[in-house]
């Protein structure tokens, strides 16, 4: 195990605490949705890399958060049923991992060994229960697409979510044509984690000039084979990319959605900015702190005004990209994270998507000129005049 890999769990750090923020809360919102709406009375959460269950400072890992959702449903006596599966592979953090989640016994089931090797034991498990996936490796290795096939590919309703690292596809795709002992082995680890065969047709699809350029073409060549085999299994595929950034202003890795339904694309895009929402003003404390200096006289907008300038910038694009159109309200939402290489995705609340609609009611040339029901609701159609 690496240096980094042995640190990594001795203490949360920012941006991993708010990456778990952003799994419990979509793990809550799924667990309800889909124990409430299918037949079958359990909801599956599986942590493919799942790690130790707590950090050395004490702080929950997502095994444990999880769990205690997992209690939570038990206590309260839900209809349905959340179950908790781990996966862990180094031996340590399997102990711990056990240990931590020892006080859960009934509502998890742990597996020591990688995620590939258990997975197809997993899904025999799992049946036509909803699943959701979290797929958080340390680099890349042991998240081969034909992982990634067998999961979309599965009978019931399926949501993953994957950290997408970035920086070590960009370390291995520097082996394409270095020369160097063991660079063939590394190349096929990135075959394998996009499911290409030929060297040369990956390498064509990573290369760009600039380090930005060639981070966004393989997150972008990740999220569409995504949302390609999505579509190849169940008729519709929906996948995003979120950038998680440290407080110094870093982004670490990039946090990738993946599901066959636009409600789900929906639900994810919300609950990051839930999350994510107050970074900017943790981020200004961090740089305070870092500083040792006080700003005792803010200039900062208020929270109203962030909100307005995001509804102003939002309706600007809708009436772009609806000009002329019918559309209920989920559509125009769709189109909007997915616009524009899907910036909107994860930066945009519900609250400021109804504003935004409200907005282009207003003036004596309002550029929405009819509507059959509430801003807010999600079966409103909305009519777009044509420029």
């Not at 209809?79 to 009934?106: D, K, M, S």
């Not at 390498?203 to 995504?226: C, N, T």
């Not at 519709?236 to 890795?253: A, D, H, M, Q, R």
């Not at 309200?329 to 935004?356: C, L, P, V």
């Amino acid at each position: 195990m690496s240096q980094d890999k042995d640190n990594f769990f001795r203490e949360q750090k920012n941006w991993s605490k708010r990456k778990l923020a952003i799994i419990r809360g979509y793990l809550a919102s799924f667990s309800k949705i889909l124990g409430s709406t299918t037949k079958q009375s359990c909801v599956y959460f599986i942590d493919g890399f799942a790690g130790a269950g707590r950090y050395q400072d004490g702080s929950p890992g997502s095994p444990y958060l999880a769990a205690e959702l997992a209690q939570q449903y038990c206590n309260e006596q839900r209809p349905y049923h959340l179950n908790c599966i781990n996966i862990e592979e180094n031996e340590e953090n399997y102990r711990n991992l056990v240990l931590v989640t020892a006080p859960f016994n009934g509502l998890i089931d742990n597996y020591f060994g990688s995620f590939s090797s258990n997975l197809q034991l997993i899904l025999n498990k799992i049946g036509k229960c909803p699943a959701l996936f979290f797929i958080d490796p340390f680099g890349v290795k042991g998240t081969e697409w034909k992982c990634m096939h067998k999961i979309i590919h599965r009978q019931a309703p399926t949501d993953i979510w994957i950290r997408f690292d970035h920086k070590t596809i960009r370390r291995l795709s520097g082996f394409f044509d270095s020369g160097t002992r063991g660079a063939e082995s590394k190349i096929q680890n990135l075959l394998e984690l996009y499911g290409i065969s030929r060297p040369d047709n990956l390498y064509q699809m990573l290369q760009g000039d600039l380090p930005e350029e060639r981070i966004f073409k393989a997150l972008s060549l990740y999220v569409g084979k995504l949302e390609e085999e999505f579509r190849n299994a169940r008729g519709t595929g929906y996948s995003f990319g979120f950038p998680i950034v440290s407080l110094n202003g870093e982004i670490k890795y990039h946090l990738v959605f993946a599901s066959a339904h636009q409600k789900a694309a929906l639900l994810a895009s919300e609950t990051i900015y839930s999350v994510e929402r107050n970074r900017n003003h943790e981020t200004e404390e961090y740089k305070q702190r870092k500083s040792g200096q006080l700003i005792l006289f803010s200039t900062e907008p208020t929270e109203e005004e962030i909100s307005l300038f995001i509804s102003e910038k939002l309706s600007l694009d809708m009436k772009r990209l609806c000009a002329g159109e019918q559309l209920g309200r989920q559509e125009i939402y769709m189109r909007i994270i997915r616009d524009n290489n899907k910036k909107w995705f994860g930066n945009f609340s519900s609250s400021h998507f109804t504003k935004a609609l409200s907005l282009l009611q207003a003036g004596i040339d309002p550029v929405i000129t009819a509507r059959d029901g509430a801003n807010s609701k999600e079966k409103t159609i909305f009519t777009f005049r044509a420029s």
